[in-house]
């Protein structure tokens, strides 16, 4: 009995007609009652009544279908499990990271991707969190760590792995600095460094002010948390940013809550739905990384 005859043999069930069956698997139709015959022949039993206009399925014939799509589903698992592992051992994953990430988990997670499965390439790439994500449902990116505002980009499936509030970041002698939090709407006032357009922490600050008809004088822009914080410590604007990138330049500016801005700055890896098995097991690296 070979696979190819349970092939033939529910394909005829299914389209009740050899001519169809012959077809849909591609060959001819005496190589599909030829096969078919030899089925039976060897199981000792007709499986099709001939008969009539319609090939229909006889006792014998009834049941054996279950078993034979059976057959045919645990071959098809036998090849994919297999086409898994090959993919695990020679493939390309092209990974995005927001600008000016400084989120070491993620190196963490390639690097035990990487020792793990040493034959897939993996290409780092920083964007601005809007390409990013847009890259990854259009498949240019398999999977990206991305700022957003309130919550993960639409259509993706995401794991949020920081969940911050917003907080400006002023040197000593700054006039807001012996305050304990500002408003937006004090904090606009003054010159603003922060990161560029279509990052989460920017997306944050450009709905708020927009919420409430404000709009802030952002003379400076950078990618890198390091370079915001070098801006304001040397006076050139208040800084914006997270709460843990502020906490690690708390030697050289104080952090100051903004009261009235409560949506959340995230940041969240994203993927398609349906991703391949490198994919998932660079995710899966990923969620123990950042756990």
Avoid: K
């Amino acid at each position: 009995m070979e696979l190819r005859q349970l092939e033939y043999f529910v394909a005829v069930a299914e389209e009740q007609n050899f001519t169809r069956a012959a077809e849909r698997v591609h060959i001819s139709q005496s190589g599909v009652s030829a096969q078919i015959r030899r089925l039976e022949h060897e199981l000792g039993a007709d499986l099709f009544d001939r008969s009539g206009r319609t090939a229909t399925l006889t006792p014998a014939g009834r049941a054996a279908l279950g078993h034979a799509r059976a057959a045919l589903a645990a071959a098809e698992a036998v090849e994919q499990a297999v086409g898994e592992v090959a993919a695990l051992i020679r493939g390309r994953l092209t990974v995005g990271m927001v600008v000016g990430c400084t989120v070491t988990p993620l190196f963490d997670a390639l690097a035990a991707f990487h020792a793990a499965h040493p034959g897939v390439e993996i290409t780092l790439l920083e964007d601005a969190s809007d390409r990013l994500a847009d890259d990854v449902r259009g498949g240019a990116v398999d999977l990206a760590l991305v700022g957003a505002a309130s919550a993960p980009p639409e259509g993706l499936e995401a794991c949020t792995v920081v969940d911050e509030r917003l907080v400006a970041a002023v040197p000593a002698g700054h006039a807001l600095a012996g305050r304990g939090a500002v408003t937006l709407a004090e904090l606009v006032a003054y010159p603003l460094v922060c990161m560029p357009r279509g990052t989460g922490l920017r997306t944050v600050l450009d709905r708020a002010c927009a919420a409430r008809d404000l709009r802030p004088a952002i003379t400076l822009q950078a990618g890198a948390a390091d370079a915001i914080a070098a801006l304001a410590a040397r006076g050139m604007a208040v800084a914006v940013l997270s709460e843990s990138m502020a906490a690690a330049y708390a030697d050289r500016l104080t952090a100051l809550p903004i009261t009235d801005v409560d949506t959340p700055a995230l940041l969240a890896l994203v993927w398609r739905s349906e991703p391949g098995p490198a994919v998932r097991e660079l995710v899966a690296c990923a969620r123990r990384a950042f756990s």
